[in-house]
């Protein structure tokens, strides 16, 4: 199984991106999906996720009003819409599977598969 983020970038501040976040090799939707990023010398900090329905979401603060996810089981993907990107938006997004979430979770021992993350880049 495979986790493919992309979509990541450089962007001047109050720009926007779109990321992806494409399964590969699974055999059920039966997936909740997560956003996660790191900024370089920090640790890894939630951004939003989405439930298995599709009809939940969550989002950290910093992401309210300015990210939206949201899934097409039909295109194996999930997507996060960042708007009006700060510089502090700047660092690796990843993006994980957790089976079974029917709920919303940034609580990321539930996630069993990782991708390997799409660098966004934000200049002031």
């Known amino acids: 199984v495979q986790l493919q983020a992309s979509g990541g970038g450089e962007v001047q501040a109050g720009g926007s991106l779109r990321l992806s976040c494409v399964r590969s090799?699974?055999?059920?939707?039966?997936?909740?999906i997560g956003w996660f990023r790191q900024a370089p010398g920090t640790e890894r900090e939630g951004v939003s996720s989405i439930n298995v329905d599709g009809d939940k979401t969550y989002y950290e603060d910093f992401a309210k009003g300015r990210f939206t996810i949201s899934r097409d089981n039909a295109k194996n993907a999930v997507y996060l819409q960042m708007n009006s990107l700060k510089p502090e938006d700047t660092g690796i997004y990843f993006c994980?599977?957790?089976?079974?979430?029917?709920?919303?979770?940034?609580?990321?021992?539930?996630?069993?598969?990782w991708g390997q993350g799409t660098l966004v880049t934000v200049s002031s």
């Open positions: 994980a599977a957790g089976w079974g979430l029917v709920e919303p979770t940034m609580l990321d021992h539930l996630y069993d598969y």
């Open positions: 090799g699974f055999t059920s939707d039966y997936y909740g």
